[in-house]
């Protein structure tokens, strides 16, 4: 069975004492309420360590938003997948559309990233999605398509069992503007599709793939009530522990 997820991606939020008093918010709600699903902070590298001591593991897991594509070395400000995986956070969110578009993330890095990740045990949440340029002249599908391909699709179906897929619209991130349910079950079926041609049906049914872009306690249910979508990749509104709660609380 594969799992139902809700995951905080706090992109460059928050300092350290304010991170802090979140994750133990979050954590504190997540114990008062039945959690029907995993429950994921994505925080700054520097949160990670004190995120971890803030949380119980049984409820709240934590994820860094990165990590470098080269093991060890002279790579002045970059993180490796070993020193994520030394803190004890359990997950990494790769290809963020926000790292291809501003870092120059492309197929062949995330690539080494995500073989590095889980050479190290971490879970990639690994993100795709298409510009609206691409939406309005139908690329989208060919464009999902590349990225899984060319990132993912070197992996055995045993890596690949570790991957959590995350489709994320560019057009649909800050913007307030959402897939309809439509859109979103349409792009979520495909990416199923992709991975059960490549890896079988039993690999497909139990990889998770989740939504992210404009993902809000008032419409998470509609978007989580599709059969392919199994949670959320939530920015902005993870920000705040009510309307954090009020996405999980949406399954
Ligand atoms: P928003 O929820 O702020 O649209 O961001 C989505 C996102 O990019 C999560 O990774």
Redesign the pocket.
Known sequence: MRQNIV???W?MNKTLQEGIDLAKEVNQKAGNTTLNCKVVL?TPFIHITEAVKAVDKNRVSISAQNCADKESGAYTGEVSAAMVKSTGAEYV?LG???RRAYYGENEAILKEKTDLALKNELKPIF?IGEVLSERESEKHFEVVKKQVEESLFHLSTEEFSNIVL?Y?PVW?????KTATTEQAQEMHAFIRNLVAEKYGKETAENVSILY?????PDNAKELFSNPDVDG???????LKADDFMGIIDAF
Do not use: P
């Open positions: 995951a905080g991606n992109k994505g969110i963020h559309s926000e993100c995350a994320e649909a991130i800050g913007t307030g992210g872009g404009s993902c809000k959320g990749l939530i920015g902005g509104a993870s």
